[in-house]
């Protein structure tokens, strides 16, 4: 009987997954999530550097990123050289075991299946990894004078320090105010300029806000075939006639003599394919936020030679 209503339990619990997949299938013509399928596009699947290309990769971020995984790097340590020590129950040793293996196995999985930027919201792997390592310290039973018991307080305080100081960091981060007022302007344009609007980067709030139709570009709100467009790394001009493009909104495209540059998905890492397109005709919009510039192209009716597709 207990048997059977353990059971129950995890077919009720399984059930929301089959809801989740169905509603994949109707709306998006595949059971797991499109975003995922298409940051997963790799040419290969070897391991890459882009985590540490993400976490690393500005200096607002290069310091206390690396102190704060060198200080769980050192609590792990700890947790495996000192377990007779840590007064914990053998289920609970084994649980902080798993949790603080967790961020090295999900890295470790998105350098393979992934090239894409990581962005700070893939580090709640080191949430649950954080909790085992409290786990630890609270069990410890090392000696007060001992250099692995400093070495823990020490940690617990640079984790404490790390979550108080990227709270505030991201607090004040621009990208959320930008990606606010590129869809502000792009809202009061598409008033005057109504039709279909395609963007990659950042266009969630855009999207939102403009009450036009917008292609994401990136794929991740689209649906199956668009995937494959993109894997089969279709120029961009023939997915703007494919989906009936008006506008296309590029950031920061580069310029090559009098024509723009535009591939898409901007934030893709060199392995995963991409779709291409020169422009040579000057925008209809031009915005500027700090080092960000938002161009908006006409793309529906360019004239000849204006739009020209990139082969990989």
């Not at 102190?67 to 053998?90: D, P």
């Not at 999985?109 to 080191?126: K, P, Q």
């Not at 963007?199 to 709030?205: I, S, W, Y």
């Amino acid at each position: 009987r207990e048997l059977a209503q353990r059971w129950s339990i995890l077919a009720a619990g399984a059930s929301m997954l089959f809801v989740y997949f169905a509603v994949n299938l109707l709306v998006f013509g595949t059971a797991m999530p499109v975003s995922g399928q298409a940051k997963q596009m790799r040419f290969h699947h070897l391991p890459d550097d882009v985590l540490v290309r993400s976490l690393f990769g500005s200096p607002s971020m290069d310091i206390i990123n690396l102190i704060f995984f060198a200080e769980i790097a050192v609590i792990a340590v700890v947790f495996f050289t000192e377990r007779e020590k840590i007064r914990l129950s053998a289920p609970v040793k084994s649980a902080c075991f798993a949790l603080i293996l967790f961020p090295i196995v999900h890295w470790t999985v998105l350098s393979v299946l992934s090239d894409w930027a990581v962005w700070n919201w893939y580090l709640y792997s080191v949430v649950p990894a954080t909790l085992a390592c409290g786990f630890v310290l609270a069990g410890s039973r090392l000696r007060l004078d001992s250099m692995g018991h400093l070495l823990t307080l020490t940690s617990l305080f640079v984790v404490m320090l790390f979550f108080v100081g990227d709270v505030i960091r991201f607090r004040r981060m621009s990208t959320p105010a930008i990606s606010l007022k590129i869809g502000l302007d792009l809202k009061k344009f598409a008033q005057t300029h109504p039709g279909v609007y395609a963007m990659g980067d950042k266009a969630g709030l855009p999207g939102y806000l403009i009450g036009q139709p917008l292609i994401q570009l990136e794929g991740l709100v689209m649906d199956k075939n668009y995937l494959s467009m993109i894997r089969r790394q279709a120029p961009l001009p023939r997915i703007f006639q494919r989906y009936g493009v008006n506008y296309y909104v590029g950031i920061n495209l580069k310029k090559e003599g009098t024509c723009y540059l535009a591939v898409e998905p901007k934030q893709g890492g060199p392995d995963c394919p991409k779709s291409r397109a020169t422009i040579c005709e000057e925008p209809v919009a031009r915005f500027i936020y700090f080092t960000n510039t938002v161009l908006v192209f006409k793309v529906a009716d360019a004239p000849a030679g204006a739009l020209r597709p990139v082969q990989p």
